[in-house]
């Protein structure tokens, strides 16, 4: 099921077929640290139901997040991002924050989108344990006009927003990069959370294993 929704809980039925030549391209940024499944079942269940020819996975370099948390070195998640798309011929890597380095602010980030793909419709894939946090994030007025963001439901966050969205329907899959990294921690095994590739990626180069991580 698909519907956009606001605040003043208008219901407009979404039509995902494309009615004109513009490419459509979502955005799924994140920190990948590392990336899952979860992540994988969302960027899919998006790209299907919004008919969005391909998905751009974004790693930040650093977020601009009042809890920072720290993150492995950009080149293990860009690589473990680069591993878990690469049977899905509509997924791509996209390092422009890791290149630009610093703070990685959507707003900035979307400029330069815009500038590469002029010809493009931006949808900006969020999970619905972000929406609250919207009005706080860098010159958002703007950055709606700019892009059309997309929510995919959370258990236990609220469906609403004083922001244009559109809400998406996925699977609920309950896994998180924090619960991944604290099993690893823990000797215990991600397997099926993140793909065989990852999983053999993570064992490989020790990564995760020293608690600070």
């Not at 996209?94 to 793909?117: F, P």
């Not at 990852?198 to 020790?206: D, P």
Request: aromatic share 8%.
């Amino acid at each position: 099921m698909l519907k956009t929704e606001t605040t003043v809980a208008s219901k407009v039925q979404v039509q995902p077929l494309k009615a004109d030549s513009r490419e459509r391209i979502g955005i799924m940024g994140g920190t990948f640290n590392p990336p899952h499944l979860g992540h994988l079942i969302m960027a899919k269940q998006v790209q299907e139901q919004l008919d969005l020819d391909k998905v751009l996975f974004m790693p930040d370099n650093l977020p601009p997040h009042i809890d920072q948390k720290a993150a492995i070195a950009a080149k293990y998640r860009l690589h473990m991002v680069e591993m878990s798309i690469a049977s899905e011929p509509k997924f791509q890597l996209e390092d422009i924050e890791i290149r630009r380095g610093g703070v990685s602010y959507t707003y900035d980030t979307v400029q330069e989108l815009k500038q590469l793909y002029p010809d493009a419709d931006l949808y900006f894939i969020i999970g619905g344990d972000m929406v609250e946090y919207l009005p706080k994030w860098y010159k958002v007025d703007e950055l709606v006009k700019m892009i059309q963001f997309v929510s995919v439901e959370r258990k236990g966050y609220a469906k609403k927003s004083d922001y244009p969205l559109i809400w998406v329907d996925v699977p609920r899959i309950d896994i998180s990069s924090s619960m991944i990294r604290e099993r690893l921690q823990q000797g215990r095994s991600i397997k099926y959370l993140v793909t065989s590739e990852v999983e053999n990626y993570i064992r490989q180069e020790g990564l995760y294993h020293d608690t600070n991580s």
